[in-house]
């Protein structure tokens, strides 16, 4: 990888690929990362008959139940949200308990079990 690497005032690197004056006076990237990786784009999720995104887990379990999906207790695993497609199935989708944890690889297992109902889009 050539370019510059620049530490931010909390020790967190990033790469300038192509160097220009403009780039090192940037004080932060155009998109704020996420938790799990910095300077990318926020997803959001979308219910696609609706065109709406989701904004909290209260949505999302009312979406769910429209497809036949249904909340699972695990006393198991508490700091989870779990919703199975049926008794008879093994289709599961764990989510974390706090929405604000709700990442992208949460919304992509939605999605790859409801193709046709979700989809994960860069925010706008």
């Known amino acids: 990888m050539s370019g510059v690497w620049i530490f931010d005032k909390n020790g967190?690197?990033?790469?300038?690929?192509?160097?220009t004056r403009e780039s090192f006076e940037q004080k932060e990237p155009?998109?704020?990362?996420?938790?799990?990786?910095?300077?990318?784009?926020?997803?959001?999720l979308v219910y696609l008959p609706a065109n709406h995104v989701?904004?909290?887990?209260?949505?999302?379990?009312?979406r769910?139940?429209?497809?036949?999906?249904?909340?699972?207790?695990n006393s198991n695993q508490p700091n989870l949200l779990?919703?199975?497609k049926s008794d008879n199935s093994a289709h599961l989708i764990s989510l974390p308990n706090n929405f604000d944890s709700f990442k992208s690889h949460n919304m992509y297992d939605i999605v790859v079990q409801n193709r046709s109902f979700f989809e994960v889009r860069?925010?706008?």
């Open 122 to 124: 860069d925010l706008e």
């Open 64 to 73: 769910l139940a429209e497809l036949g999906w249904t909340r699972y207790y």
């Open 54 to 62: 989701i904004r909290s887990y209260t949505e999302l379990e009312q």
């Open 12 to 19: 967190v690197a990033r790469l300038i690929p192509n160097p």
């Open 82 to 84: 779990q919703f199975h």
């Open 30 to 44: 155009p998109y704020p990362g996420t938790a799990t990786a910095p300077g990318a784009r926020p997803r959001v």
